[in-house]
């Protein structure tokens, strides 16, 4: 399979604990993106690479919230103190850098904070 | 500031009635994107279609047609002859030219077809 995978698929966690998640990225693609949705919502963009480089992070909810994508390939992000309103799914896409934002989506990590 | 409604939340229709899922947009940008993507039960979001602004043609693939109409500021999606198997939700998202990063996604359409 050749698509972006995310791991893990489920995450239960207590409030206060720390949890990091995982995307491996099309192998081509320059760019990754994170995302957060919530039920009912549509995705909403937290922050993306283009390579290593992290180009924009304005958009993460909060510093509890950090991504990285060390060697350009794939990518963790972490919530530290993770809060009850953290509990969504966290999905990952990636692009070509040239098309346009045509973007793959994986399954997503579904959080839960109890 | 830009900007996707998709005023209808869920819409329920019987397998082969036609059916289109409304979406609005708002932009200060002249080049933008607009996508659909349909997230069927299983999770995963799925690219359906890319349309840039410069670009007003409709375009029918299969059963799907898009209406794209810059005046109003729509982007509309229609399935033909509805199957069961186009039950899921479908996001539509702009893209603005100067900010590509940042896609903006309605709020998504659920759509039910029954049998």
């Known amino acids: 399979d050749t698509g972006v995978s995310q791991d893990p698929r489920h995450k239960i966690t207590k409030r206060g604990q720390n949890v990091t998640f995982r995307c491996d990225p099309i192998s081509e693609h320059n760019r990754l993106y994170w995302y957060r949705q919530t039920l009912g919502q549509g995705p909403e963009f937290l922050t ?3 390579n290593e480089a992290q180009l924009e992070k304005s958009r993460l909810l909060s510093d509890r919230f950090s991504a990285e994508r060390p060697k350009g390939s794939f990518s963790t992000l972490e919530i530290q103190r993770t809060e009850q ?16 934002n045509e973007q793959f989506f994986g ?5 839960t904070v109890l | 500031a830009q900007k996707v409604t998709q005023a209808q939340t869920e819409i329920s229709v019987v397998e082969k009635e036609d059916v289109t899922l409304d979406c609005v947009y708002e932009t200060r940008d002249t080049t933008y994107y607009l996508f659909w993507y349909k997230q069927p039960p299983s999770g995963e979001l799925v690219f359906l279609i890319r349309r840039n602004s410069f670009d007003e043609q409709n375009e029918i693939s299969g059963r799907y047609s898009w209406n794209f109409q810059k005046s109003t500021s729509s982007f509309n999606f229609t399935i033909t002859a509805s199957q069961v198997v186009d039950s899921a ?7 603005e030219r100067g900010n590509n990063n940042d896609m903006r996604f309605g709020a998504g359409t659920r759509l039910t077809v029954k049998p």
Do not use: W
């Open chain 1, 48 to 50: 993306y690479f283009q």
């Open chain 1, 85 to 100: 309103g953290d509990s969504a799914m966290y999905l990952c896409a990636s692009s070509l850098l040239d098309s346009y």
């Open chain 1, 107 to 111: 399954p997503g990590t579904r959080l």
């Open chain 2, 89 to 95: 939700v479908y996001f539509c998202a702009l893209s």
